[in-house]
C-alpha cells in the first residue's frame, strides 16, 4: 500500500513545519483518496509511537513485520489500529466503491461526484493534514496526457 510510504516518509526526524507530503496520483480514483483520508487519521498515532521509541523501519508494515510480538500496551494498540485501517481500505478496495457513508466524512470526495469517469476527471487538490497550522498531506490527481 502506498500509504506505508506516505507514514514512513512522515516519521522522519525532520521539522514537522518544514515538511508536507504530497501524493499525486494520476487520474486517481476516490478509493486512493479514501485510503490517504485513512492514513492520515491513523498518522496521529504513528508518528507519535514511531517518535517516542525512534522507530527503523518507519513504515507500519515494515515495522509489524520485522518486530517481535508487541509486548506493551501502546505496541498492540498501534499494531490494532493499524491492522484496522489496513482492513478498512482492503474491504473498500474490494468492494470497488465508497460507500456513501464515507464519502460524507471529507468533503474531497464531492470532487469525484462531478465527474463522469471516475478516471478521467478535472485536476483535484485536497489537503488532509495540518500539524501545527502547517499542511502535512496534499493529495493531487490529474489526468495527466
Given at each position: 500500500?502506498?500509504?506505508?510510504?506516505?507514514?514512513?516518509?512522515?516519521?522522519?526526524?525532520?521539522?514537522?513545519?518544514?515538511?508536507?507530503?504530497?501524493?499525486?496520483?494520476?487520474?486517481?480514483?476516490?478509493l486512493?483518496?479514501?485510503?490517504?483520508?485513512?492514513a492520515?487519521?491513523?498518522?496521529?498515532?504513528?508518528?507519535?509511537?514511531?517518535?517516542?521509541?525512534?522507530?527503523?523501519?518507519?513504515?507500519?508494515?515494515?515495522?509489524?513485520?520485522?518486530?517481535?510480538?508487541?509486548?506493551?500496551?501502546?505496541?498492540?494498540?498501534?499494531?490494532?489500529?493499524?491492522?484496522?485501517?489496513?482492513?478498512?481500505?482492503?474491504?473498500?478496495?474490494?468492494?470497488?466503491?465508497?460507500?456513501?457513508?464515507?464519502?460524507?466524512?471529507?468533503?474531497?470526495?464531492?470532487?469525484?461526484?462531478?465527474?463522469?469517469?471516475?478516471?478521467?476527471?478535472?485536476?483535484?487538490?485536497?489537503?488532509?493534514?495540518?500539524?501545527?497550522?502547517?499542511?502535512?498531506?496534499?493529495?493531487?490527481?490529474a489526468?495527466?496526457?
Amino acid at each position: 500500500m502506498v500509504i506505508n510510504t506516505v507514514l514512513s516518509v512522515m516519521a522522519y526526524n525532520y521539522p514537522a513545519e518544514k515538511m508536507s507530503v504530497y501524493l499525486s496520483d494520476d487520474g486517481g480514483s476516490d478509493l486512493t483518496f479514501y485510503a490517504l483520508l485513512e492514513a492520515s487519521r491513523f498518522a496521529k498515532h504513528w508518528l507519535a509511537f514511531c517518535h517516542k521509541f525512534k522507530l527503523e523501519p518507519r513504515s507500519p508494515d515494515a515495522y509489524f513485520r520485522t518486530a517481535s510480538q508487541p509486548v506493551d500496551e501502546e505496541s498492540t494498540s498501534i499494531k490494532k489500529l493499524y491492522e484496522d485501517m489496513k482492513t478498512r481500505i482492503e474491504r473498500t478496495t474490494k468492494d470497488g466503491r465508497v460507500s456513501e457513508e464515507l464519502r460524507k466524512q471529507h468533503k474531497g470526495f464531492r470532487e469525484w461526484d462531478l465527474v463522469s469517469s471516475k478516471r478521467d476527471h478535472q485536476p483535484i487538490i485536497q489537503v488532509l493534514g495540518i500539524s501545527n497550522g502547517v499542511e502535512r498531506i496534499h493529495f493531487t490527481s490529474a489526468l495527466l496526457t
